[in-house]
């Protein structure tokens, strides 16, 4: 019996105490008309080795060089990062409710708190949400929230991720709040000026600013930020951790900063893994805290007055509030923050700033190796932090032919923008992706392009 | 500005009410206070915002719960205690006094005839 | 940090000002952030004496009523951070991943089987999000049929908080509903709730109380008569599993939580996944990508395969590795072993029940079995001792024991929700009350040692006050 440590004695001893015969009649208070049920389609047990086995042999290939980001990115993990997450102190642990036995976990949430608050140049954090996505739809919620909901109306531009716009669409259906959808320019990519300045209204709440955006365009958002502020909106950032090493981070865009910023942690020492479990991260400034969901953690001391950790604002939160919760956020990601808080600890500063560094001139010179064949084309005139977007003239499907070199060359536009042809592909590298792999991909496409020709 | 418990108003939901000619100043009770602990944080209404009798105007967060405060007649609120910005705990050392938390100007008198005597009041929380 | 170290960065600053190229100089970073850093070896111990200082699964009895803190198997940890899965990006082409597919597309169908249901969708990544996902069916569901009127969704005043809240979120009115002494749902007042506007009703079986709600067919009968829908709430399935399907009760749209009932870790606040199953008639308001079977194999479904499905949980296919580690855990167990859970952990709830009422303690429904939890209110000893259900929390914790859940559901008063789960020992449900025991005494002869406790841990009672007026949340 897996993971069930009786044995026939244990059971008699206590069916005795208890002072019934079996176990069935512990069961007496369910209606007789509710049939015990038939478990019809999951099969019978397997031992750990056979389920090692089979697990094994399911295992998507490993050895393919991977140039796909558009939202998950491929930075290398350091041993340490997942040695120590694994400790069953932390993996097996609940959420810190009891202070006392939780201040190993309290602590690494505050050390998070800060790293990522300083990454963002911004005042405080929460402890993580569900990922980039839901992180943008609370972040949204809190901006109509910190208005009192008098104003109701979100610009938001359309180079964001699409699959964050289906989230957001997704958790403002049945709220009384607006999208208005805002084009970027066609030929940078970016928030198209012009358009913004037009949506600024009265009842805008919020601007969303994507940085660097879904085509990876780094955007000028000095300008957009002091806008919206003039129009008493907020700016909510939407960022990639990794890039804010080496971009301008929300906290200092404009004169008074992004009010809130947000987005995915995954490139902070979380493995790709299929697409989760990643980790939503969410900063603002002080006088916002109580609007901010999530779980807080913050400094106190024992009543002997030894300084220790405790969740804090919890009067925010759906246990307490119920109906009333800034939102219905219980479990988060727990185990993905030790992962990060780590992460950041070991590389710190510098190590950060040289992953960035690196990705943007790996990025480059691929792009530019790229670029250098015939019938490709930079669809974006714009700097870009790690990612480009390419359009292949060719009439084969160009991801396609790249699996037979083993590359996964990117992420395919046309397949979520229509108004962009086929092999129009976001294109990313990362630190990882070095010269030999950058010769490889340029070779690749060579070929590819040279076949069609011939 | 003491307040005599006898001569307070108070509702089910533990607010008392000082009347002063068109202006009432509300707060919570002294039992309610004992009921939420440690008040860390109050979210104060705004100044001229127009409530009805009954409406959730201030929030008052302990460390354990949040509790609505609610408009025992209807008005417009015309000052806050902003003393309770810095100092939320004024609502636990001194409820019926230095803690109150906003003013309203009330648009129908008739409203305060339906709210309880301080011994009325006693009643219904010893019957709870 | 020191000053010197200051001025050192300051220095280093200005030199890190160099031009990147590709792109302009004003773009950049200006100022450095200033993130601890530790030379790995510093790193490794640090991180390793703070997690010496937790309560965990591995190395602690965690009787955690309603979060079902079971043993997480390590070989799910094992299979799930195999580089195959672990290296692979969302968006590789799906044909280099069809195990990995086949894994997902067997874990729908085991549930939905598990469960009584028809259909399944793994991508809500925690319960919370399941639930709102499965409200806002229920609220599709409706819409399709006109019934835009039908705005209101009844709630136990048992219910766990993000019933609520999700409820709330998708614009619906919450009615309450009230629980009688003896833990069921009060069928009268529900009667008198139920009409036109009804939309459903969001339940748990046993409910929060730890107690089977045994008017369960009843209701299912009046809500669906008055043309609402049933929603299940699957925190507490590990009651029930193996043995009895919410499906067969009559819900029509549940969610689980797999970081309870299916062993993957917590995490210490996650990661969670949310799966939600409905029959099916709510089949095309699964949220995409449901993971579907074709010719050429398997595959993740799109707006474009589903165009009824609007509802997306999050920006890729949900949390892969808590799946993989719920779909090793299932198959671990197999047909025979989920039963032997729901027994197991009813025993060991049951067991400890009795003999707690046996110390003296109250148990909240006296006249009821435990389900895989139960209650024990400390109100009499708190009337007696003013020693609240915190403080026993708090004292446990001095015998290396983990607090039960304290003072929820928040219809008892000083109560405390035990659920030992069927991975507990003998050994380790007679330490648990053995320690009781202790505890019990020293309620009774010395009770100032309880209120102060703990004592044994490298700090005592924690002054959440101060922490709400400082709000020190950064370094």
Known sequence: ?454 | MANSTSELKFTKSHEWLAANNNTVTVGISQHAQGLLGDIVFVDLPSINDTIAKGDEIAVLESVKTAADVYAPVSGTIVEVNTNLESQPELINQAPEDGGWIFRIEISDTAELTTLMSFDQYQQTISEE | ?475
């Open chain 1, 1 to 454: 019996m897996p993971f069930i440590p009786h044995s026939q004695e244990d059971k008699k001893t206590m069916l005795a105490s208890i002072g019934v015969k079996n176990i069935e009649e512990l069961f007496d208070e369910i209606p007789a008309t509710l049939k015990e049920m038939d478990i019809n389609i999951l099969p019978e047990q397997i031992s750990e080795q056979e389920l090692v086995r089979l697990m094994t042999q399911r295992q998507p290939s490993s050895n393919d060089l991977c140039f796909i980001g558009a939202g998950a990115y491929s930075h290398y993990i350091p041993a340490a990062v997942w040695e120590l997450t694994r400790r069953g102190e932390f993996y097996t642990a609940y959420t810190p409710y009891q202070a006392e036995a939780s201040q190993g976990g309290l602590q690494v949430i505050y050390e998070f708190q800060t790293a990522i608050a300083e990454l963002m140049a911004m005042e405080a954090s929460n402890a993580s949400l569900y990922d980039g996505a839901t992180a943008l739809a609370e972040a949204i919620f809190m901006a109509v929230r910190v208005h009192r909901s008098k104003k109701t109306q979100i610009i938001i531009p359309g180079n964001i991720h699409p699959k964050y716009l289906e989230v957001i669409k997704t958790a403002l259906k049945y709220q009384n709040i607006q999208l208005n959808n805002i084009s970027y320019e066609k030929n940078t990519g970016k928030i198209d000026l012009n358009s913004y300045k037009q949506a600024l209204s009265s009842n805008t709440a919020a601007v969303v600013i994507a940085q660097p955006n879904f085509f990876g365009s780094i955007e000028d958002t000095d300008q957009l930020v002091n806008l919206a502020h003039d129009n008493n909106s907020l700016v909510i950032a939407q960022v990639n951790p990794i890039a804010m090493s080496l971009i301008q981070p929300p906290g200092l865009w404009g004169n008074n900063g992004a009010d809130i910023s947000c987005g995915e942690g995954q490139p902070l020492g979380i493995p790709l893994a299929m697409g989760g479990p990643y980790f939503g991260f969410m900063c603002t400034k002080m006088k916002h805290i109580r609007q901010m969901p999530g779980r807080i953690v913050g400094k106190t001391k024992d009543n002997k007055g030894t300084n220790c950790y405790t969740l804090t604002l919890q009067t925010r939160e759906q246990h307490i509030r119920r109906a009333k919760a800034t939102s219905n956020i219980c479990t988060n990601q727990g185990l993905m923050v030790t992962a990060a808080t780590i992460f950041m600890t070991l590389l710190g500063t510098k190590g950060m700033l040289n992953i960035a560094k690196q990705s943007h001139a790996n990025a480059l010179t691929l792009q530019q190796e790229l670029c250098s064949i015939p019938n490709t084309r930079l669809v974006f005139d714009a700097p870009f932090f790690n990612e480009f977007v390419l359009e292949f003239n060719s009439k084969t499907n160009i991801l396609d032919a790249l699996q037979d070199f083993n590359i996964q060359g990117g992420f395919d536009l046309s397949n979520t923008h229509i108004d962009f042809p086929n092999n129009t592909i976001l294109i990313c590298a990362t630190e990882q992706n070095i010269s030999t792999d950058i010769t490889r991909y340029q070779q690749a496409i060579t070929s590819i392009l040279q076949r069609e020709t011939a």
């Open chain 3, 1 to 475: 940090m020191s000053t010197s170290t200051q001025q050192q960065n300051k220095k280093d600053e200005a030199k890190s000002q160099v031009e990147v190229s590709g792109i302009p100089q004003h773009m950049l970073r200006q100022t450095e952030a200033n993130i601890t850093s530790m030379p790995e070896l510093q790193c490794v111990r640090h991180y390793t004496r703070l997690s010496q200082k937790n309560f965990s699964i591995d190395t602690n009895t965690y009787p955690l009523g309603s979060c079902t803190m079971k043993y997480n198997p390590k070989v799910a940890h094992l299979i799930a951070t195999m580089p195959g899965y672990s290296q692979s990006h969302p968006y590789r082409n799906i044909n280099n991943c069809q195990g990995l597919l086949q894994s997902l597309y067997e874990l729908q169908d085991y549930i939905s089987d598990i469960t009584g249901m028809d259909h399944t969708s793994l991508t809500p990544m925690a319960g919370a999000q399941g639930e709102f996902i499965g409200i806002t069916m229920i609220k599709e569901f409706h819409a399709k049929n006109g019934d835009h009127h039908r705005n209101e969704m009844l709630v136990p005043d048992a219910a766990h908080g993000t019933n609520p809240a999700s409820a709330v979120q998708c614009g619906y009115t919450v009615i309450e509903i009230p629980t009688n002494k003896d833990g069921d749902i009060n069928l009268e007042i529900l009667r008198e709730k139920v009409g036109p506007n009804t939309a459903g009703i969001m339940l748990t079986n046993p409910s929060t109380l730890g107690v089977f709600e045994r008017s369960i067919t009843e209701i299912a009968d009046i809500i669906h008569t008055a043309g609402g829908l049933l929603y299940y709430d699957g925190a507490n399935l590990n009651a029930l599993l193996g043995k009895y399907r919410p499906g067969d009760m009559g819900f029509d749209v549940i969610h689980l939580n797999l970081h309870k009932t299916f062993a993957t870790p917590h995490g210490g606040g996650g990661p969670g996944a949310g799966p939600i199953a409905t029959t099916k008639q709510l089949k095309d308001f699964l949220p995409n990508p449901l993971v579907a079977h074709s010719d050429n194999g398997y595959y993740f479904t799109t707006t474009i395969d589903r165009p009824t499905s609007s509802s997306r949980c999050g920006a890729f296919m949900g949390n892969i590795g808590v799946l993989l580690r719920a779909y090793a855990y299932i198959r671990l167990l197999g047909r025979t072993g989920m039963q032997r859970v729901s027994e197991y952990a009813t025993l060991n709830a049951n067991y400890l029940m009795h003999n707690l009422r046996k110390i003296g303690y109250t148990v909240a429904f006296d006249n009821r079995r435990a389900s895989h939890e139960f209650i024990i209110t400390m109100q009499p000893l708190t009337k007696k001792f003013a020693v609240t259900a915190t403080d026993i929390a708090k004292r446990l914790l001095d015998y290396n024991i983990h607090a039960p859940t304290v003072y929820f559901p928040l219809l008892i008063d000083e109560c405390l929700l035990i659920e030992p789960t069927e991975t507990e020992s003998l050994q380790e449900c007679d330490e648990l009350l053995r320690v009781m025991q202790l505890i019990y005494n020293e309620i009774t002869t010395n009770p100032e040692i309880v209120k102060c406790s703990p004592h044994n841990l490298a700090i005592s009672r924690v002054d959440e006050v101060m922490a709400a007026k400082s709000m020190q949340i950064k370094g």
